[in-house]
């Protein structure tokens, strides 16, 4: 189990998703990601760097936008969707050491 609390890992997956959707600040993104990041998405290539990859290939105008966040322990919940589509995302963040190291999307929660 990590040193910070589920607030701080809450707040953490939050500013990350704004560094990383809205703001498209790659380099200070990279900072929310571990370099091992594992996303476990058919779609998406593996590692931080196929994770952003995809955000740089869609419209700057997609923002994220937050709806509902949970977090126990190491696990964060987080259900958002985009301001201009229909997608809903959603997902379990694992963090560790202050990092999101793992997420498993549309969790069917």
């Known amino acids: 189990m990590s040193q910070t609390t589920p607030e701080q890992n809450k707040a ?3 500013e990350a998703f704004d560094t990383l959707f809205n703001k498209r600040d790659y380099e200070a993104a990279a900072r929310f990601w571990s370099d091992n990041y594992i996303q476990h998405s058919a779609h998406i290539e593996p590692g931080r760097d196929g994770l952003f990859r995809l955000v740089a290939s869609i419209p700057d105008t997609l923002r994220y936008e937050h709806a509902v966040i949970v977090a126990e322990d190491d696990y964060v919940l987080l259900h958002g969707g985009f301001q201009v589509s229909a997608v809903r995302l959603r ?3 694992s963090i ?3 990092l999101q190291t793992v997420v ?3 969790t069917g929660m």
């Open 91 to 93: 997902g379990l963040s």
């Open 12 to 14: 953490l997956v939050l």
């Open 96 to 98: 560790s050491s202050g």
């Open 104 to 106: 498993w999307p549309n």
